[in-house]
Structures are given as C-alpha cells and as structure tokens.
C-alpha cells in the first residue's frame, strides 16, 4: 500500500481517510470472525492480516498527524476528527479483541 501524503489533502479528506482504513479494517476483522465460526481458518487469517494492511495505513496517516503537530503545525480539532480518532481506536481494541478470541477458540478446537 502506497504511504499517502498528507499535503495534498484537505483536513476534510484526511479524517475521512481515517474513517476509511479503520472503517474496512473493522469489516474484515468481524468478517474474520465469521469465517472462523464457519470453519474456514484460512480465509479468516487472511482477513486479518488483511486488515493489519488497511490498520497500517490508518497508522500512517496518524503518525504523519502526530508528526506535523510535534513540528509546530497545529491541528483543527473538530468532530469529525474526533470521530475517525475513536473510529481507529475502537477498531484497534477490536482487532485485539477478535485476535485472543480465535486464540481460545483455536485451543479449544484443537
């Protein structure tokens, strides 16, 4: 995934971008979840680690944000960021959470 620029992005479009790599990240974890349940091990690793991929580039554009502002630049503080903020952070705790999830099921099933 190509590490996207945050100069060429409007404070707009940065937090939907936000919204969006958290957003599909949190689809393909319950996906995840699903097809575990389902018996298909394999597909349900390959979502998540799908969704570390779209996880990453939530990161990124975090790490852009937090780096601008640690530069002096100041940052807008509005709902909408607030928003895709909780949108990623809720996102990570649920990866996390589904992780040690198909780890007990895993055990269990073995």
């Known amino acids: 995934?190509?590490?996207?620029?945050?100069?060429?992005?409007?404070?707009?479009?940065?937090?939907?971008?936000?919204?969006?790599?958290?957003?599909?990240?949190?689809?393909k974890i319950i996906q995840s979840l699903r097809e575990y349940r389902e018996g298909n091990t394999a597909e349900s690793e390959n979502l998540l680690a799908k969704a570390e991929e779209d996880l990453q580039g939530a990161h990124d554009i975090h790490f852009q944000m937090v780096q601008k502002e640690?530069?002096?630049?100041?940052?807008?503080?509005?709902?909408?960021?607030?928003?895709?903020?909780?949108?990623?952070?809720?996102?990570?705790?649920?990866?996390?959470?589904?992780?040690?999830?198909l780890e007990i099921f895993k055990k269990r099933d073995d």
């Open 70 to 101: 640690a530069s002096g630049e100041k940052t807008d503080i509005s709902l909408l960021l607030m928003h895709a903020e909780d949108h990623l952070m809720s996102t990570v705790t649920m990866k996390e959470l589904v992780r040690e999830m």
């Open 1 to 27: 995934m190509e590490k996207l620029k945050l100069e060429n992005l409007t404070t707009e479009q940065i937090n939907f971008q936000l919204i969006s790599h958290s957003g599909n990240a949190r689809s």
